[in-house]
């Protein structure tokens, strides 16, 4: 039982300094046992102090349960001593009595899940930086031309509410601006992955659509050429993969003209119920050289919220995307219903994305008089 347990015992008689050993303590302590146990002149190096304060622990009449930090044949063992102490009438310490159990195995063991902790802690901090510097996340909604926006980003690994595990830096990104022609241009986007290269590919596609901006609002044509960017890169990294959908809305006209790249469809809600919009055609970024993808054309009036997001808000893992869907779309049909002009940053804070593992971009957009 000793040996299973890697303890020792040990008496230590004060009145005549007589000491004894069990075998397993003399194993610990890698000690010849025909030396028989240390006496005080040759303490094991590390091991006097803890003498010293089993001593002072007796005589205020303590237990002593201490865990110090021996060096034993060459190496360092971390070493747990539980001991107490046979009094006399008055309460002098005459006998100790001590377990020794070496416990380096489990003491290393916890100060290496304490060191994976911190670089996991350092490392979501890092993603942090990192995202908003690549994507900086509005606190506040943006008031553009005709259109309240809010945006709510949610990375990897965090959970819905922070679940210790680190954060992972994604590929999930957003676009939300006016045009020079008065209009706004919204999208958003998702590019396979975590790390570097997802982060990479997601600030060049988002970085992209600003340009292309400059020289064609219309939805379609902004995919083509988005799809074209990633077929190119698709020739350094074969398993590159991206969807996005991109809108434009006419203030003047509460016209929402949109297209979708393999992207979930958006979700219009009006009059109190949520649904998506039927998709028109596209096929996922980078997969059909020249594709080409269709627009569709809605009426987007005060009193309506279009919502734009990322498959990590309804892609349940194992259970697949309806399921997310449907439970979105609830929390959505209940805060509109329950708090119909609350700020869309509240709206936004109830929904619970269904894939932790994956990270979730969420755009609201609601039109205003």
């Given at each position: 039982?000793?040996?299973?347990?890697?303890?020792?015992?040990?008496?230590?008689?004060?009145?005549?300094?007589?000491?004894?050993?069990?075998?397993?303590?003399?194993?610990?302590?890698?000690?010849?046992?025909a030396l028989g146990p240390p006496g005080e002149g040759e303490a094991v190096a590390g091991d006097m102090p803890m003498r010293v304060a089993a001593v002072e622990a007796f005589r205020r009449s303590e237990r002593v349960d201490v865990v110090?930090?021996?060096?034993?044949?060459?190496?360092?063992?971390?070493?747990?001593?539980?001991?107490?102490?046979?009094?006399?009438?008055?309460?002098?310490?005459?006998?100790?009595?001590?377990?020794?159990?070496?416990?380096?195995?489990?003491?290393?063991g916890a100060e290496r899940l304490a060191e994976v902790e911190r670089t996991l802690a350092a490392e979501h901090e890092l993603a942090a930086r990192l995202q908003r510097i690549i994507l900086?996340?509005?606190?506040?909604?943006?008031?553009?031309?005709?259109?309240?926006?809010?945006?709510?980003?949610?990375?990897?690994?965090?959970g819905t509410a922070g679940s210790g595990r680190a954060a992972m830096i994604g590929g999930d990104w957003f676009h939300a601006a006016a045009l020079r022609d008065g209009s706004v241009l919204l999208a958003?986007?998702?590019?396979?992955?975590?790390?570097?290269?997802?982060a990479t590919t997601m600030a060049q596609l988002r970085h992209a659509l600003r340009a292309l901006a400059v020289v064609t609002s219309d939805p379609g044509a902004l995919l083509q050429h988005l799809n074209q960017?990633?077929?190119?890169?698709?020739?350094?990294?074969?398993?590159?993969?991206?969807?996005?959908?991109?809108?434009?809305?006419?203030?003047?006209?509460?016209e929402l003209v949109w297209a979708q790249a393999g992207h979930p469809p958006p979700l219009l809600s009006r009059g109190g119920r949520t649904a998506p919009?039927?998709?028109?055609?596209?096929?996922?970024l980078g997969v059909v050289d020249g594709a080409r993808y269709a627009d569709a054309v809605i009426d987007l009036t005060?009193?309506?919220?279009?919502?734009?997001?990322?498959?990590g808000l309804v892609e349940e893992r194992r259970r697949g995307p309806d399921?997310?869907?449907?439970?979105?779309?609830?929390?959505?049909?209940?805060?509109v219903r329950t708090a119909p002009e609350q700020p869309l940053t509240e709206m936004l804070a109830r929904l619970r994305r269904a894939n932790p593992d994956d990270d979730t971009c969420i755009l609201a957009a609601r039109p205003r008089a």
């Open positions: 039982m000793e040996r299973l347990a890697n303890l020792g015992w040990g008496e230590w008689d004060l009145v005549s300094g007589e000491i004894y050993w069990s075998p397993q303590l003399y194993r610990i302590y890698e000690r010849d046992p110090t930090r021996v060096r034993v044949g060459g190496r360092v063992k971390h070493l747990r001593t539980v001991a107490d102490a046979v009094r006399d009438a008055d309460g002098q310490p005459l006998r100790v009595y001590g377990i020794v159990q070496d416990v380096t195995e489990q003491r290393v900086p996340i509005p606190a506040e909604p943006i008031d553009l031309p005709g259109l309240r926006v809010a945006v709510r980003y949610l990375p990897a690994g965090t958003v986007g998702d590019v396979a992955g975590h790390g570097t290269q997802a960017l990633i077929w190119e890169l698709e020739a350094d990294d074969p398993e590159l993969a991206a969807t996005a959908v991109i809108a434009r809305f006419d203030p003047r006209r509460h919009l039927p998709r028109p055609a596209g096929p996922m005060p009193g309506d919220m279009l919502l734009l997001y990322t498959d399921v997310g869907l449907d439970s979105v779309i609830a929390a959505v049909d209940d805060a």
